[in-house]
Every structure is written in C-alpha cells, then in structure tokens.
C-alpha cells in the first residue's frame, strides 16, 4: 500500500520572539478545539530549553479546557522535579502554577528512578502506553501537539546530531548519559513519536540560531535532527521563528493565520 508523502512544512516568520506567543496561544486553543470535539481529551508535549516562556499566552484564557489536558514531557532532565534544569519545574514557573490544570494530568519523570536510567525511560514509556496504547490501539502514540525547539548546534528534543539514538525506530522514549548540552542525563522521545504526531511546531528564535534554521529548511538533505522531524501523513509539520532567525532561510514564508 502506498503512503502519502509527508505534507511541506509551514514556516511562519513573527518580527520578534515577543509576537509568537499570542499567535502560539490561538494555535495551541485551536487544536485543543479540534482535539477536544473528536475524543475528549487534548494530548499534548512539551519541550524545555526556551520553549515554556512561550506558552504564557494561555495564562488567564478562559477558553483552555485544562482538566482535557494531558501534558507529556518531549525530553526531561534525569534530575528531581524542583531541580533548577528540570524541563517541568520551568514549565510549571511559567505556566502551571498559573493555570487551574489537574497534577495528574502533567506526567512527570518517576524521580525514585533517577539513578538508572533504562528504568526511568521504561517507566516513561509505560505512561504513554497507558494514554495511548490502551485508547487508541495504535503502534505509535499520535499526539495532538508536540512543541519542540532547536538549539543552535541543531539538536531538538534530546536529538543530537550524529549520536545513535537517531536511529532509534522501535521505542517510544530512549535515555542517554552523554547529552552534549548538560546535563548529560536525559530521556527523550524518539522520531517515531515525534512523527507520528497530528501536528508538530518548532519555536525557534533569536539571531544565534540563523545559520543552523537555514540549514534545517533549506538544506534538508543533510540530515541534521530537525530535518528529520517529517510527521507522516496527515500530520503537520510548523515552524514558529522570529525574523532574526529566519534571517538567512530561502524556504518558503506563510502568514499566520487561524
Ligand atoms: O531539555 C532540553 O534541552 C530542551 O527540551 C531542548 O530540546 C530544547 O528544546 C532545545 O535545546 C532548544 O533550547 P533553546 O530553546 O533554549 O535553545
């Protein structure tokens, strides 16, 4: 059976990161929406590094169903919850301890786990089983949302450019010890799941990461870890910048619009 190839990503270009986070908050609402109408629920992951400061337009708006959400972690930090490098705690200083979400809706690490981290991943996984394994009976996880970033040297979620788990095709969530941006130890989603998502957006700004975006976009035959996020038909695939690193990308720019 032939699949449909992947669908082109959208790339949006905001004057600065400031301007993203309404137009981020409108788009997130709107798959809640959709999300929401067909199954009850609204799946969603989150990445750290930049990316919670961007969420701050959902605080306060009356139109997010939070008890629907069910909030995954795209890669976390193998350290406890109020960590200073934990992704969660800075989701939760940005976002959380704002909004009138249910704790057992955000999925966290299992902190007993901490020091090994083959159980910490297994443990993970087996939360996403639960979601979604048991619900929608399919191989893969399809998130309504994933958010990633991107880091200058490329790499996005746990993802590094060159390192094994690139080529990570059977499980849901992998571990690594040797993360090149500190700290070492991680869980990360693997491409399967990042790819299998009905909608994926990268959040990507500053002048810092110019060159690495335009090489993702322009340049995808390289294979860097960006590059290789390709949601599988139907899913969608945005790109939210700022014109700063958008500076030196050819590929193809689309107003925002809901
Ligand atoms: O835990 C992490 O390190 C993040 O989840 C990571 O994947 C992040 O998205 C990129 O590193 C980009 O980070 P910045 O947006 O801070 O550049």
Not at 210 to 223: F, H, T
Request: glycine share 4%; hydrophobic share 45%.
């Amino acid at each position: 059976m032939s699949r449909q190839p992947p669908n082109a990503a959208i790339l949006v270009s905001f004057p600065n990161a400031d301007a993203i986070v309404d137009p981020l908050a409108s788009f997130i609402l709107k798959a809640q929406k959709e999300a929401v109408e067909k199954k009850g629920r609204f799946t969603i992951a989150l990445s750290g590094g930049s990316l919670p400061k961007m969420l701050t337009g959902l605080v306060g708006n009356p139109a997010v169903k939070w008890d629907k959400w069910q909030v995954f972690y795209v890669d976390e930090r193998a350290v406890p919850l109020d960590h200073a490098d934990s992704n969660h705690l800075s989701c939760t200083n940005y976002l959380f301890s704002k909004v009138p979400i249910p704790q057992d809706n955000i999925h966290t690490l299992d902190t007993t786990l901490l020091n090994d981290l083959e159980e910490l991943s297994d443990a993970y996984e087996k939360l996403l089983i639960r979601e979604f394994a048991q619900k929608d009976a399919a191989r893969f996880p399809v998130f309504d949302l994933i958010l990633l970033g991107m880091g200058p040297d490329g790499h996005t979620a746990s993802l590094f450019h060159g390192h094994e788990l690139l080529a990570e095709e059977d499980r849901w969530i992998a571990c690594l010890e040797d993360s090149p941006k500190p700290p070492p130890k991680r869980i990360t989603f693997t491409y399967p799941v990042i790819n299998h998502a009905a909608r994926v957006v990268f959040v990507v700004t500053g002048k810092e990461k110019a060159e690495m975006l335009s090489q993702v976009l322009d340049n995808p035959e390289a294979g860097l870890p960006p590059s290789r996020v390709k949601p599988v038909f139907p899913g969608q695939l945005y790109w939210f910048v700022d014109d700063a690193a958008a500076a030196a990308v050819q590929y193809a720019r689309t107003p925002f619009k809901i």
